[in-house]
């Protein structure tokens, strides 16, 4: 009875020991924070209607939470303000396809949490949600307090702190990010008629043709000479 009683005491005190245990053992970090509460920090921020437009018609902002699930680095987004898409060429967001402005998007988040700190510890090129196999990369450098996210097209600064938690962090930043990727300059199409080195074969043609010209009314005269002399 004694032994009994001795046993299942000590059974409670492993299950004890056991809840206690679950309990304190680590879960994997997160954020209380879902896509819907991301879109709305963003809004009672003010001043990034374009880039909350952006990320809900590219459905970017469903693919924060999975982000956030999937990985235990957090992200960082870098949210440029409406006065940053108000320097925009006009034709610079129409000129994309629909995949295109997906990773648009994607390029503003960065797939590792970062407190405005941590930013000068960060190793070059740095992953974005959109980045694969060194595309859509970026870069960044700390001098003094102003932290530089380059692109290669262009560059932006961070301009203002939205919101931190210890899994997500949203800055603002003062410029869109182009990624080279996307924006990279192309071969200039020639444009014959400003070119002056497209002049140039138009001239030779025309004295070609003023040369053909020249034989074949020599070729003329020279039958004509023959018929005489017949
Ligand atoms: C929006 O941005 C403008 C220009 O940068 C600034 O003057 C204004 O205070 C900002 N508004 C909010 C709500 O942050
Ligand atoms: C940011 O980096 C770019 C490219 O390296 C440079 O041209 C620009 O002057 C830098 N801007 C600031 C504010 O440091
Ligand atoms: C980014 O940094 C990497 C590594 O330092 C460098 O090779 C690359 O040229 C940089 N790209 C830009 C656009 O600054």
């Known amino acids: ?96 396809a629909d995949k295109e402005k997906v990773e648009l998007v994607q390029f503003h988040v960065l797939t590792q949490f970062l407190l405005l700190s941590q930013f000068d510890t960060v190793s070059n090129p740095v992953m974005t949600l959109a980045g694969s196999s060194g595309r859509l990369l970026l870069n960044i450098t700390v001098t003094g307090n102003v932290v530089n996210i380059t692109t290669g097209i262009d560059y932006a600064t961070i301009s203002d702190t939205i919101y931190t938690d210890n899994q997500v962090a949203i800055y603002q930043i003062d410029k869109m990010l182009l990624p080279f990727d996307l924006f990279a300059p192309g071969p200039v199409p020639a444009k014959p008629a400003e070119s002056p080195e497209n002049d140039v074969p138009k001239d030779a043609s025309s004295s070609t043709s003023l040369v053909l010209n020249y034989i074949v009314v020599l070729f003329e005269l020279c039958r004509v000479a023959e018929i005489v002399l017949l």
């Open 1 to 96: 009875m004694m032994k009994r009683s001795l046993f299942s005491f000590s059974l409670f005190l492993f299950f004890l020991h056991l809840t206690k245990t679950l309990a304190l053992s680590p879960a994997a970090p997160t954020s209380p924070l879902g896509p819907a509460n991301i879109m709305k920090i963003l809004e009672k921020a003010g001043n990034f209607t374009t880039f909350i437009r952006l990320i809900k018609a590219t459905h970017v902002d469903i693919q924060l939470s999975s982000q956030l699930k999937s990985s235990g680095d957090g992200i960082t987004i870098l949210v440029p303000s409406d006065s940053a898409f108000s320097i925009l060429r006009a034709d610079t967001l129409n000129s994309l």
